[in-house]
């Protein structure tokens, strides 16, 4: 297994997959922890407001992987002053989970992942525009039975 | 050392600016004049050593070990991070400018500044202007619109905007001078602004349509973005006013204000002009998250002392 973390965006996306290796047929979990600056937040996947930008996780492969329904952590309710309802955001650190399974005539070695992150962000001062941030990794496809 | 010489790179400081002893406010427009005693010596290829001490606390630069503090309240770098500072231009035996980047070497973000600098041993005598591009995943980022640090953008209050066209949503040409005669609110705006999202309504129920059948028109300029991208976003809001596109941005450097930190294109975002009907701004506010208010009370209140309640 590896993991890249992506520092050159707002925002600090590390991904990786668990368990370590997997074989063909396999189900595993990719995880992105996602730490977002102090004083920043970034909406929620479902935010309150449709005019606020939903975080979504994207993971993708070029190989033989099948990525099940992405799950958001529950977000966090922030009152603002203009607002009459509270916002849902996320804030400080947040895991986003994905299920994946290895397709059966996947070929032993690394498998590539990317998983992106799209999002917008705001800090106590300022907001930006919507931007994504994307890590590349690998999940180590060993030869052998599925597991269960 | 001669006299002391205390320059500003540019207008609209900082408040605590004082001769001599100006402390160094990396957020309000990046300029500063380092008070002595202060100390730089260039140690090696493109690297140098600063020590000097500020009435605010320390600022140094010692074999890479770097215990910065910048206003206590604003930023600060403190223990044992790394910064490479890279001059590009000059900094040796005499004054020269300089443009140099900085880079704490466990990210791969830089940080840029400029400004001139007196010769090595210098004490006092310092020209900076810059831009904190850069900040620690772990700290807030030094970007601040509250007014204390907002530099005024081209247009003022009592200045006589340039006329210009844009194109509209449906695909036509607006251009300003066809308002003439008229008060106009320019609003800039974007889709991705939660703080636009939150005032949308209002403009059209409270500002368009209250003021409409009298000498007023309200423009929507939507900065940087795509006519497609900004049409269900007028659909959803029922916006009836015109709205132009401003798709390059380039408007946007015209009316933006000097936010450290922020593109002009989204320094500008929430921002909203009044102009009597010579185009001669009357009121002007930009983006105030603390203070923002989604009815634009303060632009509506305008409108009402220009145009009557």
Known sequence: ?148 | MGSQRVEKARSGGSSRDQAGAEPLDCNTGGHVGIPPPGRVTVIGDGLAVVDMTFDRGPFQFADFETNLTVNGDVLQLTGAELIQWDFRDGAGAVPAIWESRWRRVNQRRSQSYAGSTCPVGWQACAIYSGTWKSHSEKEPLPMDTTASHTIAGPYDVGDVVEDFALPTLDGGEGRLTDYDGKVVLLVFTATWCPYCGAEAPFLEQEIWQRFKDRDFQLVVVDIKESAELMRPFRERYGWTCPVWSDEQGHLALRFAPQKEGLPPEVAVINAHFILDGARRVLYRDYLNMERFDARAAPVVAELERVLGP
């Open chain 1, 1 to 148: 297994m590896t993991t890249l973390t992506d520092e050159d965006g707002w925002l600090e996306l590390r991904a990786f997959v668990e368990p370590l290796e997997l074989p063909p047929g396999g189900d595993g979990r990719v995880i992105a922890e996602v730490a977002i600056p102090r004083g920043g937040h970034i909406e929620a996947h479902e935010p309150s407001e449709p005019f606020l930008i939903p975080t979504v996780l994207r993971v993708t492969s070029p190989g033989h992987l099948d990525v099940g329904p992405v799950e958001y952590p529950p977000p966090r309710e922030r009152r603002l002053s203009w607002n009459p309802s509270p916002l849902l955001i996320y804030e400080g650190t947040i895991r986003i989970e994905a299920p994946i399974r290895i397709g059966r005539e996947a070929a032993p070695g690394p498998l590539p992942v990317t998983a992106e992150l799209r999002y917008q962000a705001c800090t106590q001062t300022a907001c930006m525009p919507p931007t994504s941030q994307s890590v590349q990794f690998a999940v180590e496809i060993r030869s052998g039975p599925r597991s269960s």
